[in-house]
């Protein structure tokens, strides 16, 4: 059984560690505790790796953002998986800081990367890990609070709430996404 596991982000060292490439480094942390190394593929950075008899397809877009989408199909149809294993992991600025949530569809809440995804696949029904970021930005600089980095604060409780990230993917694809919603959704 395959999965595809994509986190959202924009490629460029401009955008390393900003609060909209939470997608990025959740699958960097991901990647790096199972040693799993990406190499540069058609539309991404691509790695692989297995959990107890499932592979994973690690993808990071190299599309941009608002481009997600067709990184997501072409690998979805490369490798035969069906969108009830496809995972986007994407930044939630109606979150509070590190609150995951785990939604089996729903709307892109104006987020341009799983509007694309949602476009391109024809459906909304695609499961999302958002991951939230907050709302701490005056009016008209949203785009600004998104492309900075986190604070100093934020990333001294970042190893955790990517740790509690990483456990949702696995139960994802171990145990199913109704099973994972209910276990996780519950904190914070």
Known sequence: MKYLIVGLGNIGPEYHETRHNIGFMILDAFAKA?????????????????????QLILLKP?????????????????????????????????????????????????HNGLKHIAQILGTQNYARLRFGIGSEFSRGHQID???????????????????VAQDIIKSFCLAGIDITMNQFNKRK
């Open 34 to 54: 199972s040693n799993v190394v990406f190499s540069d593929n058609r539309y991404g950075a691509v790695g692989t790796t297995s959990i107890k008899g499932r």
């Open 62 to 110: 190299s599309t941009y953002m608002n481009l997600s989408g067709n990184a997501v199909r072409y690998w979805m149809q490369k490798e035969k998986i069906p969108l009830e294993n496809v995972l986007i992991l994407v930044d939630d600025l109606a979150l509070p800081y590190g609150t995951l949530r785990l939604k089996s569809k729903g709307s892109d809440a104006g």
């Open 145 to 163: 609070y998104v492309l900075n980095p986190f604070s100093s604060e934020e990333l001294s409780e970042m190893d955790e709430h990517i740790k």
